[in-house]
């Protein structure tokens, strides 16, 4: 069951995991690859403090970025791969690629090739699952929202937290492009739904006169029925999502269980930047 | 049943008003439906009824309606991962026979004691149904809400449960491992109440809930399954009567797949338990409405007399406390909806709060 597991997380996380960077790890010409450093963000964003430090200590040391956006609230709970939870992912996937690229021209300037990675799981597991994955990371930068209690013995890695940053998050706006879409999608199914009814209601002398004959007739209401449904009821689910009301994973409070590993006291290196 | 097929079957002219009314009072009915798994059908018939159209008609046309509501409706959910289809396919089978013993039952009323009997077992149905299992169920709502919200499973399906009676039978979604023999009951009942007060499911969704051990969430949604497979069969045999009102039930559908995938979408949003108190709040509201009823029954058999005003006033005082059930109903999911949307959002304002070292 683990190894199904894991396989299955590494389903899920070969898209995730930048071409290059696989491409890099497998070749092992380890000096060749430039050493890295890694920002770790809570959510869908990067604060713009943190990003111009790590920017900034990139470029004066010659390193590359690599910016993981963790989402632990969405990492597997038990053996059932829920489709929903597939498909959370990928939006959530989608959103953090579109805050990146947000930022990618900032990093550019600073003439730093950045990758971006997401990861659903909590920080230590994460960190250390990546690091596996890609060598040469020398250490790691925390971003605004995790808490140093989250940072345990178990990364082999330096942490630093900045603090006194600005705090302001990029954050992809939805996509002009597929709103657009959405919205299109919505209005040529609501047409097709009225052009539906309105074939029914126009005629409906001759549509009551055969779909209440009887017998095998009763073919007919049931197949309108159905077609109507799809329509209608695809038209229904896009209304609804364009006006913004979507179905969420519900919140649950859970406390994130607490690591058991022995617990060092982390050197905490506050840097005011 | 008398041979309907040789009655001429007189369907109504339709207005704007009835168009908006039926489509409103299909919306809401999807609303709960998609909310708690059942529901709507049984304002919808009396609805149509109040319209004028006549009362096989109305239950044929609103069948017609429920089976793709249903559908849809349990697709939504299963796609959240709430719905549990072995188990509604399961108890689906067992409600078939149920609605064929309830439909025999009624018969034999009618030719009993005639319409009016027939109406009044219906209506005292309805009330011990909906007294009994409402307040039951309203009750553990508050438990589980004075509690902090957290659903146990209740004690009798705990035990159904440990019983090892061949064939066992497990239900990943629902979580529940449980003897074949003990869906059985359930799952017959929920078809004989369908037949006869036209909601199998508040029967059903309790039994899933306290019999079997399924969650609040997982019962309602595994109804939806249920109600589709009961309502396409209905609705065949309806539809070769040439019963269905094609109209009314477009109307209907087209206010309720609306309802319906809000109401889909409302399950994700608010605590769990929320499904058992709109549930009983509606059951119990509705056990009012057709406890008023049941006197203009008991004076038709003349077992009590009533003068005509204050029967039009029972009667109408039934109808109007009956819409007032969905009414309350649909606000209270539509409460729980807005206040769950306002958390979420405020959470996630403050969430990116920055502490200041």
């Known amino acids: 069951m683990k190894d199904q597991q894991n396989k299955d997380k590494k389903v899920a996380e070969a898209e995730i995991l930048p071409f290059s960077m696989s491409q890099a790890a497998a070749d092992g010409r380890s000096s060749q690859v430039k050493r890295k450093i890694l920002v770790v963000g809570k959510g869908l964003g990067f604060s713009l403090g943190v990003m111009d430090y790590a920017a900034n200590l990139a470029q004066r040391l010659g390193y590359d970025l690599i910016g993981m956006s963790l989402n632990p609230g969405l990492k597997q709970a038990g053996k059932f791969f829920s489709p929903y939870n597939l498909h959370l992912r990928a939006k959530f996937t989608q959103r953090a690629r579109a805050a990146w690229e947000a930022l990618r021209p900032g990093l550019l300037q600073h003439g730093i090739k950045g990758e971006h990675v997401v990861k659903f799981a909590e920080l230590t597991e994460a960190v250390k699952d990546l690091n596996h994955q890609v060598k040469r990371i020398d250490f790691v930068i925390t971003d605004a929202g995790i808490r140093s209690e989250e940072i345990t013995g178990e990364i082999s890695l330096p942490v630093f937290s900045i603090s006194g940053s600005g705090g302001e998050e990029v954050m992809a706006k939805e996509p002009v492009a597929s709103r657009r879409q959405l919205l299109g999608k919505t209005i040529a199914l609501g047409l097709g739904a009225v052009a539906l009814y309105a074939a029914v209601f126009m005629n409906s002398g001759t549509v009551m006169h055969y779909f209440t004959q009887g017998g095998l007739y009763a073919t007919l209401p049931i197949i309108t029925v159905f077609l109507v449904s799809v329509v209608h009821g695809a038209f229904a689910h896009n209304f609804w999502t364009c006006l913004g009301i979507e179905a969420t994973k519900k919140v649950q409070t859970r406390i994130a269980p607490r690591p058991v590993a022995r617990r060092r006291p982390r050197p905490q290196l506050r840097l005011h930047a | 049943m008398h041979d309907i097929a040789s009655d001429a079957v007189q369907f109504i002219d339709l207005n704007t008003m009835s168009i908006l009314f039926l489509f409103v009072v299909g919306f809401i009915g999807g ?68 609605v064929q013993v309830g439909i025999k039952i009624q018969e034999w009323i009618l030719a009993t004691w005639g319409q009016a009997g027939s109406n009044l077992y219906v209506s005292l149905s309805f009330v011990v149904i909906l007294v009994v299992v409402g307040g039951y169920v309203f009750y553990d709502a508050f438990k589980t809400q004075k509690s902090g919200g957290e659903e146990k499973v209740s004690s009798l399906a705990q035990k159904l449960q440990k019983i090892n009676l061949w064939p066992m039978m497990y239900f990943k979604t629902a979580n529940v491992r449980i003897s074949m023999w003990f869906t059985l009951p359930i799952g017959f009942a929920t078809g004989m109440l369908a037949a006869t007060i036209a909601v199998g499911g508040f029967i059903g969704v309790p039994g899933m809930i306290y019999g079997l051990g399924a969650s ?39 206010g309720s797949l609306l309802g319906v995938q809000l109401g889909a979408i409302g399950t994700t949003l608010v605590k769990e338990h929320m499904i058992k108190v709109v549930m009983g709040t509606i059951m119990i509201i509705v056990a009012v409405s057709r406890a008023l009823a049941v006197p203009q029954y008991l004076k038709e058999l003349s077992l009590i007399s009533l003068g005509p005003t204050t029967l039009s006033i029972l009667s109408k005082a039934s109808f109007a406390i009956m819409c007032l059930g969905l009414a309350v109903g649909a606000f209270i999911i539509l409460g729980a909806m807005w206040r769950a949307k306002r958390a979420e959002a405020a959470a996630r304002a403050g969430k990116y709060a920055i502490e200041q070292a």
């Open chain 2, 216 to 254: 609040g969430l997982v019962s309602s949604a595994s109804e939806l399954v249920i109600a589709f497979v009961m309502g396409f069969f209905g609705t065949i045999k309806w539809a070769m009567h040439g019963m269905v009102d094609i109209r009314l039930t477009l109307i209907i559908l087209a």
């Open chain 2, 31 to 98: 609303l709960v439906s998609g909310f708690i798994g059942s529901g709507g059908a049984f304002v919808l018939t009396p609805a149509m009824m109040s319209l004028g159209v006549l009362g096989t008609v109305a239950v044929a046309s609103n069948m017609c309606h429920k089976f793709p509501k249903a559908m849809v409706g349990a697709y939504k959910r299963y796609k959240y991962g709430q719905a549990d289809l072995k188990l509604g396919l399961v108890m689906a089978a067992s409600a078939g026979v149920g």
